[in-house]
DNA sequence: TAAAGACCTACCCATTTGGCCGATACCGGG
DNA sequence: CCCGGTATCGGCCAAATGGGTAGGTCTTTA
């Protein structure tokens, strides 16, 4: 059984959400109000999920929520892209979903967010990894030359400071090998030494840091 | 309905998880392979989600499920922190959570994927947050420590690769006082290599890529 | 089947790195 | 005035690094 709290400033989405709610049998609803009012009952009603709906990501009754440390938070939203949303990640909020989201995710999410994982929606996730997947980028530099999983492994494990025989021993190969695919990836990636390869591959998003 | 493969490399997980899975109704396991023959039976069975149980991020079933490009993916595996796992959601995979990961977790995690929605653990959230969200940095490591104007400078020297006889020159001192500062750097930072100095340098935002 | 590429191993050798000892000099605060 | 932090030099030395060349499997591709 999971109790929910219902937050929406409009009696139509509560009505729709509670509709919606009532068809899951393990979903119990303690409560349904007005945005301010439901984080003011949180503490009392104290549901398993907090389920909601801002009109714009910009309300302040997101940064009230997120300042009300309230954990197993659903969030429903307009603008998904805004980085506010990737923020409320940081704190507290465990789901995150455009308000035209189907039931099924709405369900989806309040069941995995009680159990304590973390959901998103595939356009949040995006908006959330462009920045550190840079994506596609095929500048033909010096080099555009693509490395081996092999060899990004490698330059992964440079990248944490490894030494060529610390890295040779994670890959149970020689250090000699090691050694080698390092001068590969020099070559490829137009670096003279591990340091600046680490860098080039950073800048590729061949790595992450 | 939803339709599962498992994919893993030991019998006893995917004995596991099949009498987990056979406890939800709605679920229906349309096979159980190794990791190497779910892939390949992927195609034929066209299951709704894929379940695969990766011993360790690296091995090399992980690129190869990425680039097959199947798309409703959770995956198990036990290095929740490797960038790698981060990457694989750019590309496919819907859901990760750690091998530890309770029945409830992984149920809903498979239900929400289902759904097209992208589940992650909390941990993972962490670690893909770190990079964006400078914030919450409050790990007393060795470090804490603040570089000296003049070892940024280095640090800055060192992260496009070049050597301390380089550095050296271009900043008119010896190359003994370039080691120095990177001894220096390096007790600041925790590191002990110059291109691990690197990459914690540029987590903490020092100097840029 | 042949060719190509990825992957692994091995050797030699010059250069670089990083740790360790020490020293001088400047500057600001107690 | 002395002390601590910063910046600058010096030498010594073990270890790691990077370049070059040369071989060997294995899989995929043509």
Do not use: C, Y
């Amino acid at each position: 059984m999971t109790s929910v709290l219902i937050g929406a400033s409009s009696e139509v989405v509560r009505a729709g959400l509670e509709s919606l709610l009532a068809t899951v049998p393990t979903f119990k609803i303690v409560g349904s109000f007005p945005i301010g009012a439901a984080l003011a009952q949180f503490e009392e009603l104290q549901p398993d999920v907090l389920l909601l709906d801002l009109e714009s990501p910009e309300d302040e009754s997101m940064s009230l929520a997120m300042e009300s440390e309230i954990s197993p938070l659903v969030v429903l939203t307009d603008n998904t892209e805004n980085s506010l949303v990737v923020e409320a990640l940081g704190s507290g909020t465990r789901a995150i979903l455009p308000r035209d989201a189907t039931s099924e995710e709405i369900v989806a999410a309040i069941q995995a967010t009680a159990t304590g994982l973390v959901v998103l929606h595939p356009h949040v996730l995006r908006s959330m990894l462009s920045p550190i997947l840079p994506g596609e980028e095929s500048e033909p530099d010096p080099s555009d030359q693509t490395l081996t999983p092999r060899e990004i492994e490698v330059l992964r494990m440079v990248a944490e400071g490894l030494g060529n025989k610390e890295i040779a021993s994670r890959l149970g190969i020689s250090d000699h090998t090691v050694k080698f695919h390092i001068s590969s990836i020099f070559a490829k990636l137009g670096a003279s030494s591990r340091t600046e390869a680490v860098t080039v591959g950073i800048r590729q998003g061949l790595i992450m840091v």
